[in-house]
């Protein structure tokens, strides 16, 4: 009786907490709401009414008469499909909820689809297909959709003019979209704050980056590269501000701003000579020539002046605000101090240098810094920057949530939050993406208790790449709800081709549940998803990706390639002809670049590998037999116990027997009988392809197990010169001995198999390898969409002048190659481009592939420094200085050269 009722009290107080837990929770999501109030869209119902009717017309033109918008102001965001006398009726509270149930309509009901990745919109039914009788309604999961990352602005839209823009932001809000970074026409309002304090042209000149460049001079990881800005550029990026702001608001989204972080330029030192500032460290690989720019201290008066003469500019500029600014002042940038205090300090200045302006500001910070440098962000010093802001007014981006997500386990402290996926380094194109976690993890977070999580968003480095995986996320990102991702990718397969192919559905079946979903914590080495095409060649070997078996790619290839042959010619099909076979030759290239490089690396043949290794297996044997704790004989003896058999070794042909049945070492089975079964065993276990077994043994080599074993080794064999002859010993010396023997086995084992199975010299490979990257070429230049003609066309367009159209073509190709005059941050903006391949990459392994044979023919080491200066001055900065013409429309038509393609390459993927 006595137990029973402590069991109860137990659970009454376990209630009674929870209780308290829920409504703690409660009290503080009603707080943040209040805080974040201001930041919505004052925009009148009938405005957004007229400019989401003016969105449908650009999408599908005069169909847009047989489509009725309604606005209907409400506390949550919802959209309500109807269908009445084959007029589609759509009544929302708000433009971007209408918009995004419309795209719904497009996609589930007409089966059309608007991309980055082409459009597939042409032939609406007529009538337009009926909804349900009782009508389908969305809701919004979450208050706040969040869009782009502050590099997007240089990866992506730095050479947009309007039209572009344009199309973009309707995009926006068909994929319910709501809170989009706002960044264009910045450096006109600096311009006039920086002269206001004094600054010269000269001066604000060497402080601002080039076009290409501007996101880093932003956040104050440089200054002056790839400039100077030219005034025309600032005078026409501010009209293009205003146009984007007028759009992005009359649909009902709320513009984020820039605020002030505290970065400046180094002529302020000399006008306030008693201000407090600091030189921060280099950036990246940059020296101070460009990077180690100077941070205003938080407490010193003149930080709140400027911070708020920015934001005071602002509002006048672009007739009032939305109320959000984003400024990092920290980014991927050590703080001068770990001291809570000072920290506290310095965000506290942020955000105050806000309020003076905008009593209703909320900081929006990006939350990278806590992933970036995690040894300084200890719990301390990142509660301390979190809640030197009064709660609530601080938004944080969990920017990589899907990888390394931030929010936990402290919920940052109080302060809102939105659950992001960043995905995309520099625009890279490999496929790639985390889809179940994407499917799972927001819905998880928004209901956990003392969740903070108001929003999702989609914060790519860069765009105009792997669309599926971003359309999965902004579907189930506004919803918050799970989906069937079988299900799911079979209507994007048919939304997209407009067809219902079998060979096209699995293929997305394929791809989705392989690639495009990596269930392992983390996020690969970026040298794995980018591919090797565009990695400078060296002899390193970095594997395989890991996250899904490289076999897969090929399935899918066969299945895409027999639905080209029923597939319509659309612009979605020609699109992924292209991005899809673009993806198969990279995974060849990189087979046949590690097979190069093991040709180059291994001259010996493999008759004197097997040597050593049956040599080895003797002195194996010799090994066990010195003890009897390893005698077959022994096991044998045992189970023939009443035979007067004294002691038993086997002969070859007895071996045989026990091949596949005997694991343990014994002395007298022949090992040299056992290296069939080991060969069996071991590709099984290494699931690796054949072209990197080499590369493994190198790995393997390298890691802590044969690190540790080598060392324990070595203090064994000097162990013996002193340890007593006792049966122990001698146990541990045959045991010892046996462990290691068999690891230098493996070694020659791996060794000797890739002797076996590549007996061509690494020029024939070379040479395979550059005709891979000739057709990689062509096929890119099959669509537009791969275009470094397009991309640098766009920069010049924007030139008013002769110099000023040479500055943004330099600005144009040097981000996407060397993006530091030296190649600070080499290849990591790289794209699969047509021209790029042909003029920047091509050049670069046709030059790797010399020296390789060069090395080869005279027996000598690959030079690696003598390389890197000779492609860097030969190949990479002379590519950022022609300027050479390259077409900027496709040629060739991209379902044919994609079947050529899998003719000819996809034998390479049948062994892997």
């Not at 003896?637 to 086997?650: E, G, L, N, T």
Request: one cysteine or more; hydrophobic letters at 40%.
């Amino acid at each position: 009786m006595f137990a029973s009722r402590k069991l109860v009290m137990h659970l009454i107080k376990a209630v009674l907490l929870l209780t308290t837990v829920i409504e703690i929770g409660s009290f503080q999501k009603h707080y943040i709401e209040k805080s974040l109030s201001p930041v919505r869209s004052y925009t009148a119902g009938h405005e957004q009414e007229t400019a989401v009717a003016q969105l449908l017309q650009r999408v599908i033109g005069e169909r847009s008469q047989d489509v009725v918008v309604s606005i209907l102001p409400a506390a949550s965001e919802f959209a309500t499909l109807s269908y009445a006398g084959k007029t589609l009726k759509i009544t929302g509270s708000d433009a971007v909820s209408v918009a995004f149930a419309f795209n719904h309509y497009l996609k589930y009901y007409c089966r059309k689809q608007i991309s980055w990745a082409g459009d597939q919109i042409s032939d609406i039914p007529n009538p337009l297909p009926p909804v349900p009788a009782e009508g389908v309604t969305i809701k919004a999961g979450v208050k706040y959709r969040y869009y782009q990352n502050v590099c997007t602005v240089s990866y992506s839209s730095v050479w947009w003019n309007w039209t572009r823009w344009e199309r973009e932001i309707d995009w926006m809000a068909l994929n319910g979209i709501n809170l989009p970074l706002a960044f264009t026409g910045q450096e006109a309002i600096w311009e006039r704050v920086y002269k206001k304090l004094g600054c010269s042209d000269e001066d604000i000149k060497k402080h601002f980056a080039g076009p290409a460049f501007l996101a880093w001079g932003r956040m104050g990881n440089l200054h002056g590269w790839g400039g100077p800005l030219p005034s025309f550029w600032i005078k026409s990026q501010l009209i293009l501000q205003h146009q984007i702001l007028i759009r992005m608001r009359s649909l009902g989204m709320i513009p984020v701003l820039p605020g002030f972080a505290g970065h400046i330029p180094s002529a302020i030192l000399n006008l306030y000579p008693k201000a407090d500032v600091i030189q921060l460290s280099h950036w990246s690989h940059f020296n101070c020539t460009y990077s180690c720019t100077y941070l205003l201290q938080p407490h010193d008066p003149l930080f709140n002046t400027i911070g708020s003469m920015f934001i005071k500019e602002q509002m006048l500029e672009y007739n009032g605000t939305n109320h959000i600014y984003n400024a990092d002042t920290f980014n991927e940038m050590t703080p001068p101090s770990s001291d809570p205090g000072y920290l506290s300090n310095a965000s506290r200045a942020v955000y105050d240098a806000m309020a003076v302006a905008d009593p209703d500001a909320v900081w929006l910070m990006q939350g990278w810094l806590f992933h970036h440098e995690p040894t300084f962000w200890k719990t301390a010093q990142k509660k301390a920057l979190l809640t030197g802001v009064p709660k609530g007014k601080m938004l944080v981006l969990d920017l990589f949530s899907e990888s390394y997500p931030q929010y936990l386990p402290d919920w940052y402290f109080g302060q809102p939050f939105l659950w992001c996926m960043l995905h995309d380094f520099g625009g890279n194109m490999g496929f790639y993406g985390k889809i179940n976690t994407v499917n799972t993890q927001p819905g998880i977070a928004l209901t956990s208790v003392n969740s903070t999580m108001v929003g999702t968003g989609v914060t790519p480095e860069g765009i105009n790449q792997n669309y599926m995986i971003y359309d999965f996320m902004l579907e189930t990102g506004f919803t918050v709800h799970s989906v069937n991702v079988t299900n799911w990718l079979k209507e994007y397969t048919m939304r997209r081709y407009n067809t219902s192919s079998p060979e096209a559905i699995k293929t997305w079946n394929i791809l989705g549940n392989t690639i495009y979903n990596d269930t392992k914590p983390g996020f690969p080495s970026k040298s794995l998803i980018r591919g090797s095409p565009v990695k400078r060649p060296t002899l390193d070997n970095p594997g395989l990706p890991y996250w899904y078996q490289y076999s897969s790619l090929a399935l899918a290839w066969d299945n895409f390639s027999q639905s080209l042959n029923t597939l319509k010619d659309l612009e979605t099909v020609r699109y992924d002809a292209v991005d899809i076979t673009r993806q198969m030759l990279q995974a060849v290239h990189r087979l046949l670049y590690y097979a190069m490089v093991e040709e180059f690396l291994w001259k010996r043949d493999p008759g004197k590998l097997g040597e050593q290794l049956l040599d080895l297996l003797d002195d194996f044997d010799k090994m066990l037999c010195s003890d009897a704790h390893f005698s077959m004989g022994k096991w044998i003896q045992d189970a023939v116990y009443f035979s007067d058999i004294s002691f038993w070794k086997p002969t070859i042909s007895d071996g045989r027997v026990f091949v596949c049945k005997i694991t343990t070492h014994s002395c007298g089975l022949d090992e040299r009988r056992m290296r069939h079964s080991y060969c069996d065993v071991t590709r099984q276990a290494i699931g690796f392809d054949r072209f990197s077994l080499h590369g493994l043994a190198k790995r393997a080599f390298k890691c802590m197990l044969f690190y540790s074993l080598a060392l324990a080794w070595d203090n064994f064999s000097q162990s013996l010169n002193t340890l007593k002859d006792l049966e122990t010993v001698r146990y541990d010396a045959v045991d010892i001995t046996r462990q290691m023997l068999q690891a230098v086995h493996r070694l020659l084992y791996y060794a000797m198999v890739e002797e076996f199975l590549w007996k061509r010299d690494p020029g024939k490979l070379g040479e395979q390898l550059l005709d891979l990257l000739d057709d990689f070429d062509k096929m890119l230049c099959s669509d537009a969409h791969f275009s470094m003609g397009k991309w640098i066309q766009d920069a010049k367009i924007l030139g008013t002048t002769a110099e000023e159209k040479d500055l943004y073509e330099y600005n144009a190709r040097i981000q996407v190659t060397l993006w530091g005059p030296n190649g600070e941050i080499l290849d990591y903006a790289s794209k699969h481009w047509c021209s790029l391949v042909k003029h920047y990459y091509r050049p670069r392994w046709a030059l790797f592939v010399s020296y390789l044979n060069h090395a080869y023919a005279t027996k000598s080491k690959f030079d690696h420094k003598a390389f890197a200066s000779d492609v860097f001055t030969n190949v990479e900065e002379p590519f950022t200085k022609d300027r050479s013409v390259f077409p900027s429309t496709a040629t060739g038509n991209a379902i044919e050269l994609a079947k050529d393609m899998y003719i000819k390459w996809r034998p390479f993927l049948n062994d892997v």
